[in-house]
Every structure is written in C-alpha cells, then in structure tokens.
C-alpha cells in the first residue's frame, strides 16, 4: 500500500511538471516507465538521448505549440553515414503521437518507438543497427503538449488537431475541427515538417488511444484505397506471424472521420499510412508494468513495419531485355508490395527521351512480359524505369537506372535466331548443334573404318 501511495504521489508531482524548471532531473528507472510522460520530462530526456548518443540522435523541433512549447523530432540513424552502405538512398520512416493531450498511451508508442532503437543500438542489437543504418526513423513524440499539460484532447484553443489537416476538412460530422485547416500552430508544424523534411516518406505512423486498432485510409469513405494490395499485405502477414490487433479501413473499422493527419499523409502526401491505436486502458497508479512490457505486442508490430519499409513501395527490376529490329520485348518483374502504373521502360540520351514503352500496370510481386515498337536504330542511350512507388495519385514518381551489368540483353536479326534460342533453350542444344557441325566437316577424324593396311613388313 505504501509503495502505491509513493507511485501516486509520483504520477501527481508529475502532471505539474510543466510548472517545474528546467533544472529538474527526470527520476530515472523503475519510474520513468510508468508515469505520463509530460512535455517538461520529455524535453530533459530527449536532450539527454541527443547528449548521450550524437552518432545516432540528432535532436530538432518542427516548430511550437499555441503556447510556444518546442515540437521536438527525435531523427535516429547512423549519421556517419548518408547513405547505405550499397551508395543507395535509406528509407524514411515518419511517426507521430500525442494528437490528442489525453491519449497517453500513444505518446508512450511513440517515445518507446525512439527508445527501442537507442538501446538496442547501445546493446549491438542486430535489428537496430540495420535499421539504423539503412534508415532514417524521424519521431515527434508529442504534437499537443499544450493539451497533455491540462490532461484534455484538445489543444489549448479547444481545437481537435487530427481534424484540422487541409484533407476534406470539415466534410464528416466532427467536433472542433478548428476555424479552417492548419488553423492550430501545431498541425501547421506538423504538415510544414512533412512537406520540407520528409516528403517522399516510405512510411508513416500516427499514434493514438481509444480503440485497439489498426487503421488506414480513408476516414471520408468506406470504399478500400487505389493502394489497397499494399495495405492486404501488411494485414495478411501481420495477422499470420505477430498479432491479431484489427486492421481495416478507418472509415469502416472507426467512423466517418475527416481532416486527419492519416488521410493527409496518404492523400496529399503519398505516403503509406496507419493510424495505430492502442487500447485505452491508460496506466493505473501502483502498477510496476513497465512501457516495454505494457506495449510489447504493438512495438512487435512496430518493429516489423519499420524493418521491411524497403517493401512498402512498388520495386520494378528489369530482368531481360531483347531488341529485335524495331520491337523491344521486355520482363520486368515488381520486387515491393504495392502495386503500381502508368509505368514505362525508357531508353534516354541525357535528358531527351529517344524511345518509350507502352504504359504498364505492375501489380505487387508481379511478373510480367510486354512487347512494345518503334525503337530507333540509335546506340549510345541508356535503359531506365520511369514510375509511381504506389498507386494513390499523390505518391512520388521515380525515373531510376537499369543496371545493364546485372541483365541479360539480347540485339538480334533473323539472322541471330539461331543464337538466341542457344540463348533461351541453354547448353544442351549447343552441344548437339556443335556435334552436327563438327561431324559434317570435309576433313573428318580418323575412324576404325577408314584405316589404311598396316606395312606387312612391320608385323612381326
């Protein structure tokens, strides 16, 4: 009983912590993973992650809250290097929590999300160290602080902030969406950061409690979203091999809900999108159940979400090319989980355009062969892949390099044929072929049967 008393009196002091200075020192473990987290100790820890850990952390803010709290974004990856190790570009994974100021759990999501990776980076955690070294996770642990000084929803202008985002704002039966999108200094922020940090996002993640759930777009219609294999897949494999926590379209899975950060993040911006909802049993005081244990199921998810980001965008490799003539048959296989169209195979001298394919749909872990004409008898171009990384119309388009070293390439005329069907039909039909030439030569080999008599005068 004394110990639950002495944990109450923790989580008191704690919810007037904004009122405390800056010289205040966070309490440390066993505590610190069992009280709300608040803005005053958030803003110690962070500081403190970013002094202790500068390979890894790199402290910002995306701007203030209405009362001028700083917005931090803890940036985790392994900065001595920009890029992977292979010279390509690391993903971008993008999560935020604390919408809402009473949603504690969430903000617990996402502070655990940040503090998993530092430690397992500092444990020689192999997980960590490859995600951290082929990614970037950017994490604002709390947008509202504001309203989780005064334990409310709302920010301080009573305004509900994952309604207030420029995406069909104000067209579902809501509450306090604010006087007009971006109306609150917070979601300002917040779209500013995705708009100039991380625009071209593989992933993004807000954080919430209410309704143990998984949630993706849209929150305006009940119809499944153009990118829907891609969000399938992630439910299907999820529901196999680590939780059975819902995931469904918001809409559906919620209620009508419009102008949020999710369908902002998908509909303007492109990215992959969820809203993870933990449940709303809050923490109760007394309790030693620690954040790792308490939302272990959901950082499983987490961790499986940020550890095959690579997949979450259409992957489209060239595996064999063939000009004949004027006709360029190709075979292009999708190695991600969304799908993608309006694709084309390019063949480019600098920047003018010397011939393209017919536009293509690649369906997620597809695999296809496609004839397309017109090819110029020019030489001198190169090969590249122009698409979109998902379906949705805002997602980022990319022109990227085929690797000609890695690709079998074959330019030929009728009078080829026969080398290429050695090509496609492999070794065997060589070998017979080089039988049949080499036993129909003028000169054959000495055979048993063509013997000259031997000199008698040499027998004994």
């Not at 995931?247 to 559906?252: G, K, L, V």
């Not at 492999?426 to 030439?437: K, S």
Request: overall charge negative; some cysteine.
């Amino acid at each position: 009983m004394r110990s639950a008393f002495f944990m109450l009196g923790v989580l008191l002091c704690a919810s007037f912590s904004g009122l405390v200075s800056a010289e205040q020192e966070w309490p440390g473990e066993p505590i610190d993973n069992h009280v709300h987290l608040t803005w005053a100790t958030l803003t110690l820890e962070v500081n403190e992650w970013a002094d202790d850990n500068p390979d890894i952390v790199d402290l910002t803010s995306t701007g203030q809250s209405e009362l001028g709290k700083t917005l931090w974004v803890v940036r985790l990856s392994d900065w001595s290097m920009e890029t992977k190790a292979n010279g390509s570009a690391k993903e971008i994974i993008y999560i935020d929590g604390g919408h809402h100021g009473n949603e504690y759990l969430g903000t617990a999501l996402a502070w655990l999300s940040a503090k998993w990776y530092i430690n397992g980076w500092n444990d020689g955690n192999e997980e960590a160290i490859q995600v951290l070294q082929n990614s970037e996770i950017h994490i604002l642990i709390m947008l509202n602080p504001d309203g989780n000084d005064i334990d409310t929803r709302w920010n301080i202008n009573q305004v509900d902030l994952n309604r207030n985002y420029d995406h069909y704002w104000n067209t579902c039966p809501t509450t306090q969406p604010g006087s007009s999108a971006f109306s609150e200094s917070e979601t300002a922020a917040n779209s500013n950061y995705m708009n100039t940090e991380v625009p071209d996002a593989d992933l993004y993640v807000t954080m919430h409690t209410g309704v143990w759930i998984m949630l993706y777009p849209w929150g305006k219609w009940p119809e499944q979203p153009s990118d829907w294999e891609l969000f399938h897949y992630i439910r299907d494999d999820v529901h196999e091999s680590i939780s059975d926590i819902p995931i469904q379209n918001a809409n559906q899975g919620l209620y009508p809900n419009c102008g949020t950060s999710r369908d902002y993040g998908y509909g303007v911006m492109g990215y992959p999108t969820f809203t993870f909802e933990t449940d709303d049993e809050q923490f109760v005081p007394g309790t030693f159940e620690s954040l790792h244990d308490r939302l272990g199921e959901e950082m499983d998810v987490m961790r499986y979400l940020i550890d095959n980001v690579w997949y979450w965008r259409a992957r489209l490799v060239l595996d064999e090319l063939l000009v004949d003539d004027e006709d360029v048959t190709y075979t292009i296989s999708n190695l991600g989980h969304a799908s993608t169209r309006n694709a084309t195979l390019q063949y480019i001298d600098g920047t003018n355009i010397l011939w393209e394919s017919n536009n293509f749909t690649a369906n997620a872990t597809d695999s296809f062969t496609a004839t397309s004409s017109g090819f110029p008898s020019v030489e001198g171009g190169e090969w590249r892949l122009s698409y979109q990384k998902r379906v949705v119309d805002s997602a980022q388009w990319v022109n990227e390099t085929v690797e000609l070293s890695t690709l079998e390439v074959y330019s030929f005329s009728n009078s080829d044929i026969t080398l290429l069907w050695i090509l496609q039909f492999g070794a065997l039909p060589l070998f017979v072929i080089c039988f049949a030439f080499w036993w129909s030569r003028e000169e054959k080999p000495f055979q048993l049967g063509d013997a000259e008599p031997l000199d008698a005068e040499l027998v004994d």
